[in-house]
């Protein structure tokens, strides 16, 4: 898989590259093709030279040391987590640190590498959706508290642990979950009770 | 040894179900999107950031428009109010009616022009969503490019001037794509289109000429504008990517965008009447319709016209569109035959049929 390297700047709008005239100036000039108004600023990573590629397929001599995955080729470096020898080609800079594929995809799979992640389901959010809802909607949809109200709870206490997103929430939104779920459990209950106490006063009276 | 990456928001865009908002790292930028239930991320390292490109774009206008087109009879409902005796109540209700709709339109003239703000790298071109204003652009811009230059540099004149040979090359590099071929379509919803046009025309005609309350044209002329619209959504899908000519399309959006005008006209006058009678209740009401009314006979009039014309010239273009596709198509291959093997085919007849052979 070859993916291409952008040397230039497109416009958004018409795809026309974009002459040197219009970069880095104060204010919007219109693009040559579409004369859409656009601003541009660039920097050196634009017109600096792709870094040269260290070549990985340096085989291994006597008297040194080997990659722990590639036994013919020679190791440039150290695992920083699980200290085996790597060669170039398995040398992976991450968080200013080198580590082997191994270690990222374990580390990965553990959820100690926030910087990989490109989505997260928020169970909070979801656990006080669930809990609110119903409240917000009122009646009838409030006669599916009965149902929502040991959800909100569950999820809360399910998911208590897991990574929530990668800014840093605190567990607010759980506890308030709970709280709700827990309101909306004790008002069925009292439900219940006033319920059942009329029924047996209707009874009792016939 | 998990890390938590500390961030600081730059830039948050809040909208119904959910949030988008930009975030500053050591060594990049984060986009999050919030869609309540989950959150995706969008990294862009400082280093690998190549430029920032702002598109001004004319969605102020846009907004102004369609904000303006719910705030004008808001407007106008509360100027007629004043003076007229009307319920306190009545009056707080327009009013507040009117500051709720009012406010998006004046927030969106104060906002400054808009803009689409675009972050490239060396492999892609990411748009920043949650930043749609040129002012806000401009005040993103200004945060992150000294993060950006204190890891980069400062791109000097003279690496510019280097641009100019990659810009070159990547004119030479792009190969044009092959334009995609035309199809030719029926012209059933076209068609459908002008001849409701036309039918329109005749309602209105028929309102005009006869004034009073007539319960079937009223409905008639609700199903007409109902399957008008969707007669000229088809019609327009369907003429995408066609072989239909400029004039015929180009008709085609003239005929929704004459509908668009008559329904919010209509809905206008509707309206003024409606709340311009409430004075008089009893006997408002009842009126609005009424062809005595010299504003609703002009517009019937101008409508049954208009109407006419439009969908006389559709059909009249639709039927020169079907003369044009028929010369074109190719004419079927000649059933030829060459002399000896008509005789053949006439012999072997004549066997069929019994009649008597030389042999």
């Known amino acids: 898989m070859t993916a291409s390297v952008r040397r230039h700047i497109d416009c958004a709008r018409c795809n026309t590259p974009l002459p040197r005239e219009l970069i880095n100036l104060s204010d919007f000039r219109p693009c040559p093709k579409c004369a859409t108004p656009q601003w541009i600023t660039a920097f050196p990573a634009l017109v600096e030279p792709p870094a040269a590629v260290e070549p990985s397929d340096a085989s291994v001599m006597d008297g040194e040391a080997g990659c722990f995955y590639h036994d013919h080729k020679k190791a440039v470096t150290v695992c920083e987590s699980c200290g085996r020898f790597i060669c170039a080609l398995c040398r992976l800079e991450f968080n200013n640190r080198q580590i082997c594929p191994a270690c990222l995809q374990s580390d990965r799979a553990k959820g100690q590498l926030d910087d990989l992640d490109h989505t997260r389901p928020l169970h909070d959010s979801t656990a006080l959706l669930i809990a609110v809802m119903p409240l917000v909607l009122f009646y009838p949809f409030a006669l599916a508290t009965i149902v929502t109200g040991p959800l909100a709870i569950f999820l809360s206490i399910r998911h208590w642990n897991k990574p929530s997103s990668v800014l840093g929430r605190t567990k607010a939104r759980f506890i308030i979950a709970i709280l709700l779920g827990s309101l909306q459990i004790a008002g069925w209950i009292f439900a219940g009770i006033v319920g059942f106490g009329q029924i047996v006063s209707v009874f009792s009276n016939v | 040894m998990s890390k938590q990456t500390q961030y600081r928001r730059i830039y948050r865009y809040s909208r119904l179900g959910g949030s988008s908002s930009i975030w500053e790292s050591e060594s990049h930028l984060l986009l999050v999107r919030n869609s309540v239930l989950a959150e995706t991320y969008r990294r862009f390292y400082f280093r690998d950031i190549q430029a920032v490109m702002i598109q001004q774009n004319h969605y102020r206008l846009f907004n102004a428009l369609t904000l303006g087109f719910l705030v004008l009879p808001a407007v106008a409902l509360l100027a007629s109010s004043i003076g007229r005796g009307w319920d306190i109540a009545a009056t707080i209700t327009i009013s507040i009616s009117t500051a709720a709709l009012l406010a998006p339109f004046v927030i969106n003239l104060t906002r400054g022009p808009c803009c689409k703000c675009f ?38 004149e003279d690496q510019l001037d280097t641009y100019t040979i990659d810009i070159a090359e990547a004119r030479a590099d792009v190969p044009k794509p092959p334009p995609r071929p035309l199809r030719v379509i029926q012209v059933t919803f076209h068609k459908a289109v002008y001849l409701l046009m036309l039918l329109g025309a005749a309602t209105s005609l028929f309102m005009l000429v006869s004034p009073g309350d007539h319960k079937v044209i009223a409905v008639s002329v609700a199903v007409i504008i109902v399957a008008s619209f969707v007669c000229n959504i088809g019609a327009l899908f369907r003429q995408f990517r066609s072989t239909l000519a400029k004039p015929l399309r180009v008709l085609t959006w003239c005929a929704l965008a004459y509908l668009c005008t008559g329904v919010f006209v209509s809905w206008l006058y509707s309206i003024v009447h409606a709340f311009g009678s409430l004075n008089r209740l009893g006997q408002g009401l009842s009126e609005a319709g009424n062809t005595h ?59 069929i049929n019994g009649a008597p052979t030389n042999e």
Do not use: C
Request: aromatic share 2%.
């Open chain 2, 119 to 156: 972050l490239q790298t060396s492999v892609q071109r990411e748009l920043l969503d949650p930043i749609t204003r040129v002012r806000d652009a401009r005040r993103v811009l200004d945060q992150i490019k000294p993060r950006i230059e204190s890891i980069q540099g400062e791109l000097g």
């Open chain 2, 293 to 351: 009314d010299p504003i609703y006979s002009t517009i019937l009039l101008v409508d049954s016209l208009l109407s006419a014309a439009l969908g006389l010239v559709g059909l009249l273009m639709l039927r020169a569109h079907g003369r044009t596709l028929e010369s074109l198509r190719p004419s079927p291959p000649p059933t030829h035959h060459p002399p000896e093997a008509r005789a053949q085919d006439d012999a072997d007849n004549a066997d």
